[in-house]
């Protein structure tokens, strides 16, 4: 009885070295990735499929008090892919949502559905609704940096971050 014992520990320890890993890829490959934009503009980026999209409801927030984009963008001749996703579809992602600390995309969890549209249209449905210049330029280097780094953008930089602060500290 003791060696099957012993190896249940071994198999549980086991696990739980997997569980840390699978931890700390879910850290360097983050679900969502807030970028700096200027006030009062606010961008989370959504990893779904390896692509980095924006919520509906965010792109929204930069014109309108409701998520109208869909509703807009209809009165338009302008096609732009967008996914609808259900809560019980991505977790992980409306989990990340949860853990965000934004207000507009919490409002997402009501609902239990968000609509994405691509980064890489961003800059084009910007230009459909004459979007401020200020954010045109924020979005077109943001479009620029991933043609550039592709999922490199979405690497955590929080270890560079202490860094600094430790340098900062130092003088």
């Known amino acids: ?68 984009l869909q509703f807009h963008l209809k009165k338009t001749s302008n096609k732009f892919p967008n996914v609808t996703l259900h809560r019980e579809s991505v977790p992980n992602l409306f989990q990340a949502l949860v853990e965000s600390q934004s207000p507009l995309l919490w409002e997402a969890l009501g609902i239990n559905t968000i609509t994405l549209y691509s980064l890489k249209d961003l800059p084009a449905i910007l230009e459909v609704f004459n979007g401020p210049k200020v954010l045109q330029d924020a979005v077109n280097l943001l479009v620029d940096e991933w043609k550039l780094k592709g999922m490199e953008l979405w690497k955590e930089d929080s270890e560079d971050d202490t860094h600094e602060i430790e340098e900062v500290n130092g003088v």
Not at 27 to 53: A, E, G, V, W
Request: proline share 4%; glycine share 2%.
């Open 1 to 68: 009885g003791m060696s099957l014992s012993k190896k249940v520990k071994e198999k549980e320890v086991s696990n739980l070295e997997n569980k840390t890993r699978t931890v700390r890829t879910t850290r360097f490959m983050m679900d969502i990735k807030k970028i700096d934009l200027p006030s009062p503009y606010t961008l989370h980026l959504l990893r779904y499929m390896n692509q980095p999209c924006i919520m509906s409801k965010e792109i929204s927030s930069w014109f309108w008090e409701a998520d109208l």
